[in-house]
């Protein structure tokens, strides 16, 4: 066979298995890409719905209707201030002047403290 027939066949035959494999390993990578995306949302997703959790567990508590934010933010952390009270307020909390008139944020449930949001 004349050599330059099978260099065009050569090459005609990479140009066909390289156009089949180029969509498929697209698509794969897409995929995996995809996948751990997911994966990292749900992660951030479980860590909020702990914290959420632990911020009413401690606002329930029945020895105190209203937390600092100093003292949730020492047991919850892993968020900044404002992630914080994003969720407290997910969470059902309302913030609440301090009444003896420490300079403190102070948080508790909506339903435990109606008294001071009139």
């Known amino acids: 066979m004349d050599p330059q027939v099978t260099a065009a066949l050569i090459t005609s035959s990479l140009a066909l298995v390289s156009g089949v494999l180029a969509p498929i390993l697209s698509v794969r990578v897409a995929r995996i890409t995809a996948d751990n ?3 990292v ?17 401690m606002l329930q508590h029945p020895k105190y209707s209203q937390r600092s934010f100093d ?28 009444e003896a008139g420490r300079d403190r944020e102070l948080w508790g449930l909506r339903e435990r403290n109606e008294r001071f949001l009139e």
């Open 71 to 98: 003292k949730i933010k020492e047991r919850v952390g892993g968020f900044s201030d404002e992630e914080l009270r994003r969720l407290l307020v997910g969470a059902g909390a309302v913030r609440i002047r301090d």
């Open 37 to 39: 995306a997911l994966q």
């Open 41 to 57: 949302q749900s992660q951030e997703l479980r860590s909020e719905f702990m914290a959420v959790a632990a911020m009413q567990q």
